[in-house]
């Protein structure tokens, strides 16, 4: 694809990026800040704060991407559409973390594969918006963009986009951290005790019968291969954690973008594993100059509107080197498009002989609005996506390797269908987004359940 005079000038512009080059760039989704001696005064303090992850847990975590590339391992990466800074409690973050120990549990059991487990938390603070600002009865504010920028209610001081909000942004994602870390440290998820996994409020689930069968045979199968051994198997005893976000707010990534010692290039240590939205893909935009310098895997949202031909210079600027585990590459088309929207990606791709890891967002093409307004997703187009995805990776002779997913471990009714049936009249009972809709507990480990069986060849 490259001719020799895009060689030549991909490396000169290699040779000029900066953590801050971006801002010579076409940038989208930033928020306009006021006051410029407040926001340097506030990446001067992000600047000299320390850093949320290090640079060989992202060296770590891009070899494990690189053999979900291969079909060695399958990546499960879910967590909220957005953080908020008043969820950063003790039971919000626990339930995630168990939801997701739960999953990766059927996973395990039934891909007989390792899952690479990566939340979407510890930085998940900031939302692209499809207008700048809001009109409430005849009044015009600056929309809501997330926590990290402003707050949601409706007054202008409110919405002003405050940037010490962008410290408070990094304090609550170390305190995310800190809290996962140390759970995992001490053993919250070994798989000796899936019971430390068990949400209180499920009661009489329609899943947990399948479920606790599993339980039940991933212990048997643990007690014989320690008994073989003669001792306890210590790496089932601890599962590690990675984190990501949208690195939206370029201004937030910057001054945690830094060079580490006895490692070439540049770290963005605000996450292991960064992701360019839909919005800001544009392949000469901020967002893909600020994502070429670093060393970080690195992911990007595609959608339907993208041609092979994009695709391609995208995985050429992102992935020049062609890097096992660099480059994930994240569909997103909807249950209704994905069979004929993704199979000229995967041929153009596969044909390039790039070797990305595939993974499925089975959320945001099929997010509709109901009635009053409301914001929803049916499980059944969610199902359907994820389902069809193995199917097209199949006869394209690619892999799907990974599925992308919003959860919560809490009972919100905010997507419809699902084991028990939820209906949009039960949608308004326990609604809690501000933003996407997400599965709660039953929805998620049903949909671990399809991928297993989908994976089995099972219908
Ligand atoms: C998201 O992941 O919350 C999101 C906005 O996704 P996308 O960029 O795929 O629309
Ligand atoms: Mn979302």
Not at 326 to 332: D, F
């Amino acid at each position: 694809m490259v001719s020799i005079d895009g060689n030549i000038v991909s490396l000169r512009e290699a040779a000029s990026w900066a953590p801050g080059s971006w801002q010579q760039r076409p940038h989208t989704q930033q928020p306009v800040y006021a006051d410029a001696n407040e926001l340097e005064h506030a990446l001067l303090q992000l600047n000299q704060l320390p850093p949320l992850v290090t640079s060989w847990e992202i060296l770590a975590l891009k070899g494990l991407l690189a053999e979900a590339a291969e079909g060695k391992r399958f990546l499960l990466q879910a967590g909220d559409c957005a953080e908020r800074f008043d969820d950063c409690s003790s039971p919000l973050i626990s339930n995630r973390l168990k939801v997701m120990l739960q999953m990766s549990l059927v996973l395990v059991h039934g891909l007989k594969l390792p899952i690479v487990r990566v939340g979407r938390f510890a930085g998940q603070y900031a939302k692209p918006r499809s207008t700048d600002t809001e009109t409430r009865d005849g009044i015009d504010l600056p929309s809501y963009r997330g926590d990290l920028i402003n707050a949601p209610a409706f007054n202008a001081e409110a919405r002003r986009a405050d940037p010490q909000r962008l410290v408070r942004g990094h304090a609550y994602s170390a305190m995310t951290m800190n809290f996962v870390r140390a759970l995992i440290d001490g053993g919250f998820a070994d798989l000796h005790h899936p019971e430390y996994w068990d949400l209180g409020w499920v009661e009489h689930s329609p899943l947990q019968e399948e479920y606790r069968a599993m339980v039940e045979s991933i212990g048997n199968s643990l007690r014989f291969m320690e008994t073989l051994a003669g001792n306890s198997i210590g790496s089932f005893q601890r599962v590690d954690f990675y984190t990501s976000h949208e690195a939206l707010v370029l201004h937030y990534e910057q001054p945690l973008t830094r060079q580490v010692p006895r490692q070439p290039g540049w770290f963005n240590l605000s996450t292991h594993f960064p992701w360019i939205g839909m919005r800001t893909a544009a392949l000469d935009g901020a967002h893909v100059e600020y994502f070429r310098g670093i060393r970080n895997p690195v992911a990007i949202k595609i959608g339907p509107s993208v041609t092979p031909d994009q695709l391609l210079r995208l995985a050429d600027v992102l992935d020049p080197d062609r890097e096992p585990g660099r480059l994930t590459l994240i569909h997103r088309m909807g249950a209704a498009k994905i069979e004929s929207a993704l199979p000229p990606l995967l041929d153009a791709v596969k044909a390039a002989g790039r070797q990305p890891l595939w993974c499925c967002d089975p959320m945001h093409g099929n997010t509709e609005t109901v009635g009053n307004g409301v914001k929803t997703r049916r499980f059944e187009n969610i199902r359907g996506e994820l389902d069809r995805a193995f199917d097209v990776h199949r006869a394209a002779g690619t892999r799907l390797g990974g599925v992308h997913l919003e959860l919560t471990g809490e009972n919100v009714t905010e997507c419809m269908g699902g084991a028990r049936d939820l209906l949009e009249t039960d949608l308004g009972r326990a609604y809690k987004s501000q933003v996407d809709p997400r599965l709660n507990y039953e929805q998620s480990l049903e949909l671990a359940m399809l991928i297993v069986r989908k994976r089995a060849g099972t219908p």
